[in-house]
């Protein structure tokens, strides 16, 4: 059966959602920013695999329907969103810092560590930085700290899904490499499933050392 078209009243609400989630870049724009980079990470509780972050700097009129904080999507629709963000954005950076060196220096530093990055790959210099609960003290450019800002901002939400979907499909293909541990279910978090194949067969390249120690006992 083909998709049932949502309703205008469906659509309306959808837009006024939309809307709130506006404010904060709103608010920039009044007060003559032009780029907001909204940085957002994915990876930071997981027994395997790199921390992933993304920043994205939408135009001012930009529209995406469904547009939300990536865990309140289905894996469908984040991949749906995921190219879209990256045709309308103007500008998108991705920041990736492996196992090893969240091993090295923890996994707060990492996620810092791979936002800057995100944001030095941006092909244009942000004026502000809006940031769901980190400060980027190495960057020189003005920061705002959204608490839970993937809820709130479409420029955090749009890295949010950026940030995830990368690191779901790289942690994806090392299923095949790793196929014992189940990765391209769990992608590598603390799941039953993979703390007992930890427990069987040990711990792969790809494992967070300081994460594991407890299940090698």
Do not use: W
Not at 56 to 82: A, G
Request: proline share 4%; aromatic share 6%.
């Amino acid at each position: 059966m083909p998709d049932k078209k949502p309703s205008i009243d469906k659509l309306e609400k959808e837009k006024i959602r939309f809307e709130n989630m506006c404010i904060f870049e709103k608010e920039m724009y009044m007060k003559g920013v032009t780029y907001i980079a909204g940085i957002d990470e994915a990876g930071r509780g997981p027994l395997a695999g790199p921390v992933v972050a993304a920043a994205v700097i939408l135009p001012q009129d930009v529209y995406i329907e469904n547009l939300k904080d990536s865990k309140k999507l289905t894996p469908k629709q984040r991949d749906k969103l995921y190219d879209e963000i990256k045709e309308k954005a103007i500008s998108y950076g991705i920041g990736i810092v492996d196992e090893k060196q969240i091993d090295k220096i923890n996994i707060l530093n990492a996620t810092k560590l791979a936002m800057e990055e995100a944001v030095r790959n941006l092909s244009l210099v942000p004026d502000i930085l809006f940031i769901d609960a980190v400060h980027l003290d190495r960057l020189n450019i003005e920061q705002k700290v959204i608490i839970k800002g993937d809820n709130l901002s479409i420029s955090i939400a749009a890295a949010s899904i950026l940030a995830k979907v990368t690191r779901d499909r790289m942690i994806e293909e090392l299923d095949s490499v790793y196929p014992q541990y189940g990765f391209a279910k769990h992608k590598g978090y603390g799941t039953k499933e993979h703390i007992n194949a930890i427990k069987k067969y040990g711990i792969c390249p790809i494992h967070r050392i300081s994460f594991v120690e407890k299940y090698l006992a």
